[in-house]
Structures are given as C-alpha cells and as structure tokens.
C-alpha cells in the first residue's frame, strides 16, 4: 500500500458523491486520503429517512398449498422480478412471476439430480444466463437450475456449517461459500472462511476474511464485540469491529473504503437486561453441554452495530443495535420435550443505515416488525415476513426516501 502523506479535505456533499446516489444533509462531513485508503466521517449527520413501501406479497394463512408457507429460509429474484422461493417445512422450491402468481416448483425432496432436502443455504440468479443457484446443504453441492425450472448441474461443496448469509454470488457469477477452516474452540470466534468457486462450480481457492488489529479473540455472547463481515457481490471483503462504528470495504482492485459515523452506543435497558439474563439461565440449563464457549455477563451497553449487507450494485446496509422497547409478552416454544425459554418483551427495532458504493451515507431505513431483508436492488428490496400467527410472507418493498 502506498505511504503517501495524508491529505485532510473537508467536502461539500456534491464533491464527496460525485455518482447518482444522494446522499444524506450533513452538519460535518470528512473525507481523508492517505495512499490507497480513503476514510469518509460522518459527524453530526442527520440522515434522511427511507421508507419501505409494500408493493408485493406472496403467501396465505389459509388457501392453496402453493402459497402457503412454513419455513422461508432463502428468496432469490431474476431479472423480469420474478420470485424463488425455498419453503424447508414442504420441501419444495416454488417460482413466482412478478405480480405473485404461482408459476412452478423446481424439482422436489431426495438426492438425485435437481433435489434437495429441508434446508437451503442461499439461493441467487446469475447474471450471465438466468440461471438459479441453490446451496443444498445436507446434500453437501450447489443446484443449478435452467431459467424454465429444468435441472442443469450440481457443483460438489466439501462444507457442512450452517449460518447465516452462507452464500453469496459475485457479479462475475463466481459462487462465495461460508466455511469452517478447523474445529470450533472454547471461548474463541469461530474460524469461518469462504470457499471462492468460479462460474462452472471449480474451486478457486479458499478466503480469510482480513485480520483487525482490534479483532476480539474472548468469548461470544449477549451484546459482546464482535467482528462483523461480509463478502460484496462486486467483490472485497467488508468488515469492522463492532465497538465502534466504524467499517472497511477491502476492494477488489486494491483500493480500501472506510466509513466512520458518529453514533453513541445504545444502552441495555434495565428490564431488557433481566430478560437476557434469564434467557442465558435457560440456555445454560437445557444446552449448556453443547456450547463451545462460555456465556459472558450482559454488558450496560450494546455494540454500534449487529450486522452488514451489501447488495447487487456494492450498496453497502449496515443494522444498527438501538434501544429496546417494551412490548406483549410473549412466550416462544422451546423444542419437544425440553424446558421452554422464559417469556420475552423486550424487542429492537430493526434499523438500517445504507451507503452507496462509493461511501456517501443514504440515510436511514427501519425495516417492518418481523421482517428480515434478503434481497438488495437498489431501490427495490425483497425479504421474508411472519405474521401473527408465525405464518411466512414473501414482500417486495419499493424503498423511498424522504
């Protein structure tokens, strides 16, 4: 990396965008180049809202079978806005047209060519053929199916973890698979990397997700640092360290995005905290014996951030820890046969800051009660709803800025 002398330029928003996105009103906005780094601090900001318009809902509490849903685990969407939709409860993998409307379902639950089994890993559509890919994973391979619903290959994956944002598809359709490079340790984070597969499903090689100087390396539990990462479709690597809002993009070319905003820490309320407490007594009791690492006490305060998203044109979404708010209690059920967890009222808001590609901060988007974001295009969103009584929805969202 170059080591030139930094240069310090305090910007006008038009100067720091220089793209189509517009940004936030700001107060203080800095802009900091030392080499191939370029930090953007935003202090002071006051960013505008995004709202989330529902303009698709796919799902019935009661009707026909096709339309009802169980357990949404991925949502992929094609270039005509079309839906994939993989429901774990039937199983089976259904394709909706763009106003909703059952169209087929991709082959069907075993092992032989284009099946699957319960549980699905990330699905996304390519960009160069139309064509879907599937992370089967209790058949350990990636389906790929033709654009009709036809089986096309499989690809093996020599990986049995199961987490969140497991898969991600590059814009030059190379496939990114989550990984564990050894065996998980007591009170250590978990060595995850990614299996980089080219657009025929060979390995390319395997990516560590880079080092922090302030990475944490105690134990993971309610509401510690962390580090945070995720691999952008347009490639590089970003990540931070939960302690402060603070995130770097590593970019494909070389380059490195950072973006700092100035937010202070919500608190752990007091109410919230003997939930947690609570919560913790009970995965103790009933699941201590499987845990890898012990359970810290709950902190007086959270940390900026619980995660990081970035969509298909490099929009980079980051979920903020807020402050919880007291609500109806409700009382979950635990497995058959085991305890069932204590009752929980305490719940966050989710809230989303988005940033364009370039670093300028969008502003400020709060997602719907019960909502979780899988599908990021621009100005169009899709994600995976419960309703009342813990039926699945399928929404697309237009997002609108005020």
């Given at each position: 990396?170059?080591?030139?002398?930094?240069?310090?330029?305090?910007?006008?928003?038009?100067?720091?965008?220089?793209?189509?996105?517009?940004?936030?009103?700001?107060?203080?906005?800095?802009?900091?180049?030392?080499?191939?780094?370029?930090?953007?601090?935003?202090?002071?900001?006051?960013?505008?809202?995004?709202?989330?318009?529902?303009?698709?809902?796919?799902?019935?509490?009661?009707?026909?079978?096709?339309?009802?849903?169980?357990?949404?685990?991925?949502?992929?969407?094609?270039?005509?806005?079309?839906?994939?939709?993989?429901?774990?409860?039937?199983?089976?993998?259904?394709?909706?047209?763009?106003?909703?409307?059952?169209?087929?379902?991709?082959?069907?639950?075993?092992?032989?060519?284009?099946?699957?089994?319960?549980?699905?890993?990330?699905?996304?559509?390519?960009?160069?053929?139309?064509?879907?890919?599937?992370?089967?994973?209790?058949?350990?391979?990636?389906?790929?199916?033709?654009?009709?619903?036809?089986?096309?290959?499989?690809?093996?994956?020599?990986?049995?973890?199961?987490?969140?944002?497991?898969?991600?598809?590059?814009?030059?359709?190379?496939?990114?698979?989550?990984?564990?490079?050894?065996?998980?340790?007591?009170?250590?984070?978990?060595?995850?990397?990614?299996?980089?597969?080219?657009?025929?499903?060979?390995?390319?090689?395997?990516?560590?997700?880079?080092?922090?100087?302030?990475?944490?390396?105690?134990?993971?539990?309610?509401?510690?640092?962390?580090?945070?990462?995720?691999?952008?479709?347009?490639?590089?690597?970003?990540?931070?360290?939960?302690?402060?809002?603070?995130?770097?993009?590593?970019?494909?070319?070389?380059?490195?995005?950072?973006?700092?905003?100035?937010?202070?820490?919500?608190?752990?309320?007091?109410?919230?905290?003997?939930?947690?407490?609570?919560?913790?007594?009970?995965?103790?009791?009933?699941?201590?014996?499987?845990?890898?690492?012990?359970?810290?006490?709950?902190?007086?305060?959270?940390?900026?951030?619980?995660?990081?998203?970035?969509?298909?044109?490099?929009?980079?979404?980051?979920?903020?820890?807020?402050?919880?708010?007291?609500?109806?209690?409700?009382?979950?059920?635990?497995?058959?046969?085991?305890?069932?967890?204590?009752?929980?009222?305490?719940?966050?808001?989710?809230?989303?800051?988005?940033?364009?590609?370039?670093?300028?901060?969008?502003?400020?988007?709060?997602?719907?009660?019960?909502?979780?974001?899988?599908?990021?295009?621009?100005?169009?969103?899709w994600g995976i709803q419960r309703g009342e009584f813990d039926e699945a929805y399928v929404v697309g969202f237009r997002l609108e800025w005020h």
């Amino acid at each position: 990396m170059k080591s030139n002398a930094s240069k310090l330029v305090a910007v006008t928003l038009a100067t720091l965008v220089g793209c189509a996105e517009e940004p936030s009103s700001s107060s203080s906005i800095e802009r900091v180049v030392v080499g191939d780094t370029t930090t953007v601090r935003f202090l002071g900001v006051a960013p505008r809202e995004g709202t989330l318009v529902e303009e698709t809902r796919i799902g019935v509490l009661e009707g026909p079978p096709e339309y009802q849903f169980g357990r949404v685990s991925d949502i992929a969407v094609d270039e005509d806005e079309g839906i994939y939709v993989f429901d774990g409860l039937a199983p089976a993998l259904r394709y909706y047209n763009a106003a909703g409307e059952y169209v087929r379902t991709l082959g069907s639950e075993g092992e032989g060519p284009g099946e699957y089994q319960d549980a699905s890993l990330g699905m996304a559509v390519r960009r160069t053929d139309g064509r879907l890919v599937m992370r089967d994973p209790r058949n350990m391979r990636l389906n790929v199916y033709n654009p009709d619903g036809s089986t096309s290959e499989s690809w093996r994956v020599e990986s049995g973890l199961f987490t969140s944002g497991a898969t991600t598809l590059g814009s030059d359709d190379h496939v990114y698979l989550k990984t564990l490079t050894g065996r998980p340790e007591p009170n250590k984070p978990w060595p995850i990397a990614l299996l980089h597969m080219d657009d025929r499903g060979q390995l390319v090689d395997t990516l560590l997700p880079p080092s922090l100087p302030n990475e944490p390396d105690g134990p993971v539990g309610t509401f510690t640092v962390s580090k945070v990462w995720a691999m952008s479709p347009l490639g590089g690597f970003v990540v931070g360290v939960n302690d402060r809002y603070m995130l770097t993009h590593y970019r494909s070319d070389g380059t490195v995005l950072r973006i700092e905003r100035d937010v202070p820490l919500p608190s752990v309320l007091t109410g919230e905290r003997r939930e947690l407490e609570d919560m913790n007594a009970w995965r103790l009791r009933t699941q201590g014996q499987f845990m890898t690492s012990e359970l810290p006490p709950v902190p007086d305060t959270k940390p900026a951030y619980r995660s990081i998203m970035v969509g298909e044109q490099g929009r980079i979404w980051v979920r903020r820890y807020v402050e919880a708010e007291q609500g109806e209690s409700i009382q979950r059920q635990g497995p058959p046969g085991m305890e069932p967890p204590p009752p929980t009222s305490w719940r966050e808001a989710t809230v989303m800051d988005v940033f364009g590609s370039s670093g300028e901060f969008l502003g400020e988007v709060r997602v719907p009660p019960r909502t979780e974001l899988s599908v990021l295009r621009h100005d169009r969103v899709w994600g995976i709803q419960r309703g009342e009584f813990d039926e699945a929805y399928v929404v697309g969202f237009r997002l609108e800025w005020h």
